[in-house]
């Protein structure tokens, strides 16, 4: 079964305007001062953070597991504090 995830700007609280992760990568980019990849996502945080969400932890608890790490602690910090997400299961 595909696990799914969709980021959505904490302002939206009507969740009409999902974010495309790409556009997640860029804000995580810009706003840390670092370049972004035409193909990889920084520091493959999606490829991190995005399946622990989809697997059911929570941002608090991926952040205990990354306490050593100050630049994936710097990429959940943006997450925190700009996005909300749902995560959902297909059953197809």
Same mark, same amino acid.
């Given at each position: 079964?595909?696990?799914?995830?969709?980021?959505?700007?904490?302002?939206? #609280?009507?969740?009409?305007?999902?974010? *495309?992760?790409?556009?997640?990568?860029?804000?995580?980019?810009?706003?840390?001062?670092? *370049?972004?990849?035409? #193909?990889?996502?920084?520091?493959?945080?999606?490829?991190?953070?995005?399946?622990?969400?989809?697997?059911?932890h929570?941002?608090?608890?991926?952040?205990?597991?990354?306490?050593?790490? *100050?630049?994936?602690?710097? #990429?959940?910090? #943006?997450?925190?504090?700009?996005?909300?997400?749902?995560?959902?299961?297909?059953l197809?």
């Amino acid at each position: 079964m595909p696990r799914n995830i969709q980021f959505y700007l904490k302002g939206d #609280v009507e969740r009409k305007a999902p974010i *495309p992760l790409v556009k997640v990568d860029e804000h995580i980019c810009n706003t840390l001062k670092v *370049p972004t990849h035409p #193909v990889n996502w920084y520091l493959n945080w999606f490829n991190h953070i995005g399946m622990a969400l989809v697997l059911g932890h929570d941002l608090n608890s991926i952040t205990k597991h990354y306490e050593d790490d *100050p630049d994936m602690l710097q #990429v959940l910090g #943006v997450l925190m504090d700009h996005y909300t997400y749902d995560t959902w299961i297909s059953l197809k």
